[in-house]
Structure formats: structure tokens, C-alpha cells
């Protein structure tokens, strides 16, 4: 094509082609391709896959019809010294050379692009027309399942404007371009998070069309994003909020340099203390839990993190459990513990109460024991992991976990050794007991949601927040504090289960809407379940120098009254005299009061009234 092209340019400069003209230039016209290609082999022209240019071929072609063009000149000047031969011809001839190689190989890899896409690729709008969003249509338009069709920015200034060949809109106009362009896919593509992006996701949520996120730009390796680290988004996402910086220096006091141990180190808190910690360069981590398979998996993720970060960190893992006083006694004395995070305990409240002598041990006995250990062992700080269903508890988990924080409450009244606190909060996003992984699941299946009722409502925080802030509230302790996390406004479980149907792109199923693709199914209260949850006992609360952190001031028990009722209700565990634990739990916990009657099957069966355990499948 490069002579037609030169022909074209003699037209331009001569506004005719004649046959007299054309006998001044044909061994010229001839001579294009015979010079440029060669060229253009060497540079490397043809070497690249058409499918996979970028606009570093521009300068390829440049250079090539550059020298192309100067060989010609030179070749024209030794031939014939110029004469009859225009040099705005010759000039017309090189842009127009690099307007065609450049143009023709675009244009056939835009239909190379679309061609091999065909009806399976996904159109996609982008939310954010900053660089992540730049960098996001660049990552695309090397892949055939993905085609931008169109920017969404809040900014007015960029409205109208076309980036890369993708015009900007304003948000207000997506429904219409969602049905207009055939949009299947929203993608966000900014670097800001929390609130901010809390607020993008509610105004897309309506839309139920299936959203995903790019992560952070400053977490992007060299500045470069890759199309694999785009997601899914999730519910973490849409509850999050604005982060708060923590203090360093108060998180660091009770671990750089010391001996920390965490209780439940393979649990979902436990094991993001464990992560949160070890960057913080603990002199050592020591690792208990029950569980072999979960302590496997996080000391070899904490191994791997270690090597990642270069932090020389001594990680010790114990298989045991927290009732064995002796054994714990043994490891906080010859490891040299300095803090302990006890985030031990049976959590699952439907569980507990068909297991209530069992979740009794655990949680209430497990905690005297190591906080026993702890003083006998000189340990200088003890942080228990607690939670909002020890206020006012209607079930038997509940109840325990308040009756642990009464043991630590005791403690730290009684000696001056250790300085014992608890952390007290609500639900944790993703964490093994947490509803957010099984509605995934059942949305995934096709469902239906189930739900216990349509008003329950639950706090909400994800893992990694709340681990940041028990520990930082650990550091803020004097001795037998209750602390209080701020959680934020509770959530509707049935608003939650909604909103993450929208999120993935699907109708809920309803009476409105019989054609829906998920349908929710009220299953009624499991044993125990509130339908609401509460973070304080009393009104009684003050700040602290952390925003989302308070400070409770609530009832205890005095210590000899405590040892006394323990023995009681060790006793009646022993005997598995399940009125008589009861009646002492009620007892200990003063705002217990029973949802349900005694739920434990084996009690149940000894006394005929069993029922199936279906319930245990919610």
C-alpha cells in the first residue's frame, strides 16, 4: 500500500495525476516498499502481534518512515540530483506513510479484539476516571472478555471529556447507559475506600447489576494494574467506614520487643492478631489452640509472612487447650509471656446451647484458668477478646462470656500483678460463625436466603479492624477495664442479605418480583437468639484517647463470692445437672435471662422431650 500512498501524496501536492508527472516519480513509487520494509524488518515492526499493540508503536513507525524517507531522498539526490522531484511531495509521502501504518494496524486490532470476543465478552462501565480507571481499560484491551464502554466520574470537570477513547459520564446517567450500552458490569476503580466508597456502592445497589473493585493503588506493584487483581465486591465493602490511623506507640507498647501469646491463634480473630502482631516485631509469637489443623495454617502463613516482611520473630505453636491450667502455666513461665490475647471460646450461640456444660468449660472455666496461669506466671498484661452478646445475654454463650469477663473483673481486683482488660464487640464480617460467607453460599446455589426474622438486627466490623482495636485498647488497659468498640449503626440481617443478592447482579424473588433469581426464607429464632444485640450493661461510659474505642464502667462480683459460685457451678458441670448450671449461671450473670428451656440433646432425650436436630443445619 506504501505506493499508493506515495501516489496519493503527489495528488496532494499536485492536485492532478498525470501521466507525466507519474514518469517523473514511478521508480520512486517503486522503490517504497523496497526500502521501508527491510527497514521496518529490522526495527521490528512485524515481530509484534497486532492483537497486543499499545502506543509504543508509534514511535516504531516514526523512526521507520523516517529513515525510509531519508533513503529516498538520498537515493533521489545520487539518481537524478532533485530534478523534477517535489520535496513537499516527499514530505506529504512521510506523514501520510505513518498516519497509514499506524491507522491500519489499530484498526485491525480493534477488529482482532472484537472479533475474538464475540457475544461472550462482558461490557463493562468503569467507575473512576483516574489513573487506576486509565490503567484498568489498558489492562482490558488486552483481553478478549472485557470491553469498556464507558467511564462514570463524580467530577464535573471530566464530564463529556473522552479518556482513551471512552467518553465520561456523570453517575446520574447510568441507569439509562446500563440499558443503552448493553452494560453488564460495573468496575470501581479508585483508591479511596470507607466512607467514600460505602456511599458509591449504596447509590449502585439499586441498580442489581454486578459490581467489582479494584484494590488500593498504593498496595499495586511499580504503579501497574493487573486485570487478576480486580474482584468481586463484598459486603465488607458496602459496611465499611472511614479508616482511623492508628497509634503506633499504643499499639506497640504491649508487643515490640516482648513475648506475646494468643489463646485461638487458628480462629478468625485470633489468627488476625496473630497477623497484626507480628509485623509490630514481637521478640516472640506464641501460638495456642485446640485444633491441629488450624494452628498448621497459621503459623505456616505466619512463617511466610515473616520471610515476606524480613521481621526475625520467634513463632512457637502449642497444641492445647486453655483448660489445662498446668500445661499453660508451664509455657507463660518458660517462654517468658509478657501480654497475653485470649481469643479463645466457643462463639457459635446455637451450638453452645444444645453444649452449654461444654461452652461453660471452655469460656468461663478456660478463662480461669489462664488468667490463674497468667499470675502465677508474672505475665503483665492479659486482653480478653469478648463480645456484645455478654450484655444482657439470653443464651448460654452469652452468659458465659460475660461470666469470664466477672472472672478477669475479680483478678484485677484482687492482685496487682497482671493487668487484666476486655475488649468487648459485635460481628465480625467473615468469620467462621459470621452469616456473610453462608448467604454467599447460598446465593452462589441459587438459595433460598435463609434468615431467622425479618427484624434482627447485628454490629458489625470486619476482622482486621477489630483486631487493630483490641489491640490498642489492650495497650490503653489499667486494670480491670471493659472496653467497648465503636461499631458503628446495626445492620438488618434481611437488608444484609439484600443488598448482597444487588451486589451480584440479581433480582430478589418476592411477590413484586416472581421471576427473581434468590428468594429469602424466614426460618424463625434459633436457641438463644436475640433479635437485637447491645454493647453496654449500664449508661455508665467515657472516651478514651482512640475515637472508636470507650470505656466501661460496670458491676462485678467480689472475689470470694466468685470462687465459691465457680466451685458450684464446676460441680454441677461435673455432674452434668444441667437445672443446677442453670440456676447458678442466672445467678453469676444477674441480666441472664433464658430465651429458651434447657437445649442440651442428651438432657433432652434423658428427660423425652427431644426434638430433631434440624435446627443445628441453620
Not at 480493534?110 to 483516574?130: D, H, N, T
Not at 448467604?439 to 434482627?456: A, K, N
Not at 447491645?534 to 484517647?545: D, F, K, S
Amino acid at each position: 500500500m506504501l505506493p499508493v500512498v506515495f501516489c496519493f501524496a503527489i495528488f496532494l501536492r499536485y492536485d492532478t495525476v498525470s501521466h507525466d508527472i507519474l514518469a517523473q516519480y514511478v521508480w520512486l513509487i517503486i522503490a517504497t516498499p523496497l526500502i521501508s520494509i527491510p527497514i521496518f524488518i529490522r526495527l521490528g515492526l512485524y515481530r509484534a502481534v497486532v492483537r497486543f499493540i499499545d502506543q509504543k508503536i508509534i514511535y516504531v513507525v516514526f523512526f521507520g518512515a523516517t529513515l525510509s524517507v531519508f533513503a529516498l531522498v538520498v537515493l533521489a539526490a545520487f539518481a537524478t540530483r532533485m530534478v523534477g522531484v517535489s520535496r513537499g511531495a516527499i514530505g506529504i509521502y512521510w506523514v501520510g506513510a505513518m498516519v497509514y501504518i499506524t491507522a491500519s494496524r489499530f484498526l485491525a486490532r480493534g477488529y482482532f479484539m472484537r472479533f475474538s470476543s464475540g457475544k461472550q465478552a462482558v461490557r463493562v462501565a468503569i467507575y473512576g476516571a483516574g489513573q487506576a480507571g486509565v490503567q484498568l481499560v489498558s489492562a482490558m484491551r488486552n483481553v478478549a472478555h472485557y470491553i469498556p464502554v464507558a467511564f462514570i466520574d463524580d467530577k464535573r470537570e471530566l464530564h463529556g471529556a473522552t479518556i482513551g477513547g471512552i467518553k465520561v459520564y456523570p453517575p446520574d446517567q447510568l441507569p439509562k447507559l446500563i440499558k443503552k450500552r448493553e452494560i453488564s458490569e460495573i468496575l470501581l476503580a479508585f483508591p479511596s475506600q470507607g466512607g467514600h466508597q460505602k456511599k458509591i456502592l449504596e447509590s449502585l445497589e439499586p441498580l442489581k447489576i454486578r459490581i467489582k473493585v479494584t484494590p488500593p493503588i498504593e498496595s499495586l506493584i511499580n504503579g501497574e494494574l493487573r486485570l487478576q487483581d480486580v474482584r468481586d465486591i463484598e459486603i465488607e465493602d458496602l459496611l465499611g467506614r472511614d479508616p482511623v490511623a492508628p497509634d503506633m506507640q499504643l499499639i506497640s507498647s504491649c508487643i515490640t520487643g516482648k513475648s506475646v501469646l494468643v489463646t485461638g491463634a487458628g480462629g478468625s480473630i485470633g489468627a488476625e492478631l496473630c497477623r497484626q502482631i507480628l509485623p509490630l516485631k514481637p521478640a516472640r509469637l506464641v501460638l495456642l489452640d485446640m485444633s491441629e489443623f488450624a494452628l498448621y495454617s497459621i503459623r505456616s502463613e505466619l512463617v511466610r509472612l515473616a520471610t515476606t516482611i524480613g521481621a526475625k520473630v520467634e513463632i512457637t505453636p502449642f497444641l492445647g487447650s486453655v483448660l489445662e491450667q498446668e500445661r499453660c502455666s508451664r509455657i507463660l513461665r518458660t517462654l517468658m509471656v509478657d501480654t497475653i490475647y485470649h481469643a479463645a471460646a466457643y462463639k457459635h450461640v446455637p451450638l453452645v446451647e444444645h453444649n452449654p456444660v461444654e461452652g461453660i468449660r471452655n469460656n468461663a472455666f478456660g478463662t480461669l484458668a489462664m488468667s490463674r496461669a497468667a499470675v502465677a506466671a508474672g505475665v503483665r498484661n492479659f486482653v480478653l477478646v469478648s463480645t456484645d452478646k455478654a450484655v444482657r445475654p439470653t443464651n448460654v454463650m452469652g452468659a458465659s462470656k460475660r461470666l469470664a469477663e466477672l472472672i478477669l473483673q475479680a483478678f484485677a481486683r484482687k492482685q496487682g500483678v497482671t493487668r487484666f482488660c476486655m475488649v468487648r464487640f459485635g460481628n465480625v464480617l467473615g468469620s467462621s460463625g459470621s452469616v456473610v460467607p453462608l448467604f454467599r453460599r447460598q446465593i452462589q446455589s441459587g438459595g433460598p436466603i435463609t434468615v431467622t426474622h425479618p427484624e434482627i438486627t447485628r454490629y458489625f466490623m470486619t476482622i482486621p479492624e477489630a483486631a487493630q482495636l483490641v489491640l490498642q485498647a489492650g495497650a490503653m488497659a489499667e486494670g480491670g477495664d471493659v472496653f467497648v468498640l465503636d461499631m458503628g449503626a446495626p445492620v438488618k440481617i434481611v437488608d444484609l442479605a439484600k443488598r448482597m443478592v444487588h451486589l451480584s447482579g440479581l433480582e430478589l424473588k418476592s411477590a413484586e418480583t416472581p421471576r427473581g433469581d434468590v428468594e429469602i426464607q424466614y426460618i424463625g429464632l434459633r436457641p438463644g437468639e436475640k433479635l437485637y444485640e447491645e454493647l453496654l450493661i449500664g449508661a455508665n461510659v467515657q472516651g478514651t484517647q482512640h475515637p472508636l474505642i470507650m470505656r466501661a464502667d460496670e458491676a462485678d462480683m467480689a472475689w470470694d463470692d466468685l470462687m465459691e459460685l465457680m466451685a458450684d457451678l464446676d460441680h454441677a458441670c461435673g455432674n452434668f445437672d444441667h437445672r443446677g448450671v442453670r440456676a447458678l449461671l442466672v445467678k453469676a450473670v444477674s441480666e441472664y435471662t433464658p430465651a429458651e428451656d434447657i437445649e442440651d440433646f442428651l438432657w433432652k432425650k434423658d428427660s423425652g422431650n427431644i426434638e430433631s436436630p434440624r435446627v443445628l443445619l441453620h
